[in-house]
């Protein structure tokens, strides 16, 4: 994809996070190039796909795909070396599983959008919970 998802890109409208609530925000560092790439967004291909995402400007949304209903975002700030995700929240889940939900909108971002799995978030993952703990809440 060359050209960044907009709101135009999605046949369904795009709704807030319900009852947002702040997430530990993802100690990665993004690399520029990264950053470029999560800037383009993601777009559902297919019936199968689950998330769909857009930046509007420094604002990533991650969105349930067919339902609109945003369920992450975050905030990228320019630092030394790239960008931090400074700000993020979620609607979903208990306040006692926001360190998974971090987890999860950081393997959204790495898997999804950047299409670069990588082994460490997964078991980090995996050891909060994983999915059956993330969806169970």
Known sequence: MSHPVTRASFKHALLPIANPRELPAPQRLWTDSEWERIKLGLQEKDMDDKW???VEGDHLSIYR?????????????????GYRITTARTGRGRDDRSELHSAFLELLITGHILHSPDSDLWARFANLGGIRALFGS
């Open 52 to 54: 769909v995402a857009l």
């Open 65 to 81: 795909a067919g339902v609109g209903q945003c369920v992450y975002d975050a905030v990228f700030t320019p630092c030394e070396g």
